[in-house]
């Protein structure tokens, strides 16, 4: 390849003192004869020409030039010049040859490997062009295979399975012992239940029947565990029933089973229809009752009263008194039967006598100012109890 040149001219430069006395005027290199030494001397210090192979900075050609005094040179001619670089252009360099290899194309920027593959031409060898910096990168679609024609599918549907079977709850068998030929064992069977605490339907409907059993302990059994099972119907419909059973101990048992029932006026009428019963704990248990229906039970009041005034056990009529307070019933009728009770020589009925009298208020205000009036004892005391502005005015206050 033709390489570019540089040449170098030196401007003719005096020689100092120093180089007359050390003899550097003298020319160093080789001598060829006599016409040489004579051209020398001839032209001490004149410009000389260096030829140099690439471009250099001036930094570069006084390193050559004591390169050249090294070798040999004339330190007169280079040891203090003003060098002046000379360039020479080159000649234009010839074409590349079309068949030139690929790999030199390699090495110019924008060139792939993939643009000049299987080709050795010039125009294969082209750099790639590079789009703008502004411009977005043009993506190259891929090729999409052909559709394939759909293929229907042979396969046939596959059927639903079939729903699964639900077994059917098998029917709730009584509890074992309830059935036994034992009354003992069928008390114990009635027991075990209500410490259970969770009575079903079958259950319920079992025991239902079983009050008609020919053993009142058992009936007895049934009652109680009928009071702890969920409240319907045909259970309040089987207590009221047991409540007029022969067999004193059921009764009582019913009664108090029925305390706890709803309201309703079946309850109320068989309550009503036990405090005439012939068994004292039977009326006791009925009286109890009714009080902790309150007012809903208002309709037993006479019965009540009737009960108050008899010469009965002295816990029933207090029993009665206390009743008549917590159904809230200050009629005439009801006043006039406390009243009279506050002088029953039993202690305890007096107290519930008093006692009901103030729970009554100031609807009772009215019938007590006429009992006061008719000089009954106590009543101002009631009165007072009472402390409403009718109360006091009753008392003149």
């Known amino acids: 390849m033709n390489e570019p040149t540089q040449e170098v001219e030196a401007q003719d ?17 080789p001598k060829s004869g006599d016409e040489d030494t004579e051209a020398a001397a001839k032209k001490p210090g004149g410009p000389l020409v260096l030829s140099l192979p690439f471009p250099m900075s001036t930094g570069a050609i006084r390193g050559a030039a004591l390169l050249a005094v090294v070798g040999g040179l004339s330190s007169a001619s280079f040891g203090f010049t003003q060098l002046r670089p000379v360039y ?47 411009m977005a990168p043009v993506s190259q679609a891929m090729p999409q295979p052909a559709p394939q024609p ?7 549907p596959k ?122 704990p039977v009326r006791n248990g009925a009286i109890l ?19 108050l005034k008899s010469n009965g056990n002295a816990y029933t009529r207090s029993f009665a008194s206390a009743a008549l307070g917590q159904v809230a019933s200050p009629t005439e009728n009801v006043v006039s039967a406390l009243v009279q009770a506050m002088g029953d020589g039993s202690q305890s009925v007096r107290a519930a006598a008093k006692y009901s009298l103030e729970q009554l208020g100031d609807p009772a205000v009215s019938a007590l100012s006429k009992q006061m009036a008719g000089g009954s004892a106590g009543v101002r005391e009631v009165l007072q109890s009472i402390g409403t502005p009718g109360a006091l005015a009753a008392l003149g206050k």
């Open 13 to 29: 430069v005096q020689p100092t003192a120093e180089d007359v006395d050390t003899g550097a005027t003298e020319p160093v290199g």
């Open 88 to 134: 020479i252009p080159t000649p234009e360099l010839p074409a590349l040859e079309p068949d030139r290899s690929g790999f030199d194309m390699l090495l110019k920027p924008g060139t792939s490997a993939s643009s000049i593959k299987g080709s050795t031409s010039i125009d294969a060898l082209a750099p790639l062009p590079v789009p703008p910096p502004n």
């Open 150 to 156: 759909a293929v229907a599918d042979a396969t046939p």
């Open 159 to 280: 059927a639903d399975p079939p729903p699964p079977v639900v077994a059917k709850a098998p029917k709730p068998k009584a509890p074992s012992g309830l059935d036994s030929s034992d009354p003992a064992a069928r008390k114990k069977a009635v027991r075990r239940i209500r410490r259970a605490g969770s009575i079903d339907s079958a259950t319920t409907s079992t025991l239902l029947a079983m009050l008609n059993d020919s053993d009142a302990g058992v009936r007895e059994s049934v009652v109680t565990a009928l009071a702890a099972a969920p409240s319907k119907p045909q259970v309040t419909a089987g207590l009221v029933a047991a409540a007029r059973d022969k067999a004193e101990s059921v009764r009582v048992r019913a009664v108090s089973a029925l305390s706890s029932a709803p309201a309703s006026d079946e309850v109320v009428m068989a309550l009503t229809g036990a405090l005439k019963d012939r068994s004292t």
């Open 289 to 307: 009752a009714l009080g902790k229906h309150g007012s809903r039970a208002r309709t037993a009041a006479p019965a009540l009263v009737a009960v």
